[in-house]
Structures are given as C-alpha cells and as structure tokens.
C-alpha cells in the first residue's frame, strides 16, 4: 500500500475475469482436442479415437500439471523479497 489506497477491488475484479476467460479456453480447448481426435458422441468409435481420448483426459493434464510445477517452482517466494 505504497499509495495509501486500497487496490483490493481492482485485484479481486481481475482475478475474477482470468478465472472466467480460462473456463473459456479450456471449453474451447477440449472441443479443439475432441475434433483432433475425431471424438463423435453416440456413434461406434475406434481403439484410436479412444487411445487419442485417453491421452488427451490423463497424459495430457498430467505433463500441464508437472510443467505448472516447474515454473511455480522457480518463484523463490519468501519475507525477505515479499
């Protein structure tokens, strides 16, 4: 508060505009990978389409998961530089 005035509203307002933003990329973002894969609700689907859709539901956040592990990790956070 090097100011003096209170930015908590402006913080909480952006917050709230990236989480809904990413719940749109992430909709858009898994019907991009359902057409790659050829994915076709209620229709017979083939051991590559479900080899591909198993990828895309485990492998897939799995590896997102361990590259958001790495660069969290590299963020030295602690009292003497925050």
Known sequence: MR?????????????SFMQKASYGVGAALAELLLDLIS???????????LD???V????LPAELIL????????YQLGDEKH
């Open 52 to 54: 591909a859709l198993k």
């Open 3 to 15: 100011s003096g005035r209170r930015e908590h509203s402006h913080t909480l307002c952006v917050m």
């Open 67 to 74: 590259v958001a592990f790495l660069i969290i990790g590299r």
């Open 56 to 59: 895309v539901m485990i492998l």
């Open 39 to 49: 994915y076709q609700a209620h229709k017979p689907r083939s051991q590559l389409t």
